[in-house]
């Protein structure tokens, strides 16, 4: 099991910048692959971005390519997404999430096990 904690999230105005952290707990951050997802008001879940151990690959949402970046570090227990050239469209809050390390590119919401709370992300225009 691991727990997530996200932090990070503000308001910031359009073309603005913004990295968002999640901290895994335990020991067994190599174990789960990674994602993270965003909701904004009255909308459904949406996958934003993903990253896979297994070859070590990342994968993005089309409305997010090119601005958006997801990382990690394995000595921090940390998996970050920086978010650039941001749009008022990116407001949501945002969610990490994680599971079992796989060979898959999970981009559903049913495809993780464990969440974070969401961090809290608005883009004034």
């Known amino acids: 099991q691991v727990q997530l904690v996200e932090s990070g999230g503000g308001l910031v105005q359009a073309g603005d910048s913004l990295r968002l952290s999640c901290a895994a707990s335990g020991r067994t951050f190599s174990s789960y692959d990674y994602g993270w997802f965003r909701q904004a008001p009255g909308k459904e879940r949406e996958f934003v971005s993903g990253?896979?151990?297994?070859?070590?690959?990342?994968y993005y949402a089309d409305s997010v390519k090119g601005r958006f970046t997801i990382s990690r570090d394995s000595a921090k227990n940390t998996v970050y997404l920086q978010m650039n050239s941001l749009k008022p469209e990116d407001t949501a809050v945002y969610y990490c999430?994680?599971?079992?390390?796989?060979?898959?590119?999970?981009?559903?919401?049913?495809?993780?096990?464990?969440w974070g709370q969401g961090t809290q992300v608005t883009v004034s225009s």
């Open positions: 999430a994680a599971g079992r390390t796989t060979f898959r590119q999970r981009v559903g919401v049913d495809e993780y096990d464990f």
């Open positions: 990253f896979r151990w297994i070859g070590e690959r990342t």
